[in-house]
């Protein structure tokens, strides 16, 4: 069996690139991972913790191991963090792989962050903060990508069917 993700998600924070990978996952009979949950499991501590005790960049540092180590070994769904692509070398590690990029506009996205609670990014002024992170990242978001999947305004077993579409060309 191959050990390589059938679709690796990729999006902005509120994007739904878990609730959608796990809905994804399910459909497809496959199973789901998420780097984030590998992260703090590796660190031992919630991704806040990670942020507050040691920072982003070894935050950074444990993301491009958990991507690199979940991009080799993974056989079904796998899910990034938002900050993921920014990383040359994840870019990098991405070439060759399904990457569906789950995007999202700013209203849909502050609407499904709220106040930004686990995001430790969000947690001051999450409407501009969002707002910036996603300009910044918009155009990485595209280099990596081999299909966009639009969600606003969808559920995530819409967007999940889209992406099943995707998969099958
Ligand atoms: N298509 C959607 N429509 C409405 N709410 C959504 C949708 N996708 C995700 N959500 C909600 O938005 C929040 C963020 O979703 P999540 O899957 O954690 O996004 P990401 O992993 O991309 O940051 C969650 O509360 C989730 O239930
Ligand atoms: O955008 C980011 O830099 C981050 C997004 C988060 O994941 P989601 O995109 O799943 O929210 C998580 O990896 C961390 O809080 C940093
Ligand atoms: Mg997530």
Redesign the pocket.
Known sequence: MSTRPVCVLVGA?GSG??TVGEALAAALGVAFR?T?TDIEEMAGKPIPEIFVDEGEEHFRTLERAAVAAALASHPGVL?L??GAVLAEETRAALVGHTVVHLSVELPDAVKRIGLGAGRPLLALNPRATLKYLMEQRRPLYAEVATATVVTDGRTPEEIAADIQAVLKH
Do not use: N
Request: hydrophobic share 10%; net charge negative; proline share 12%.
């Open positions: 924070p690139k878990t998420d984030d899910a963090g938002g």
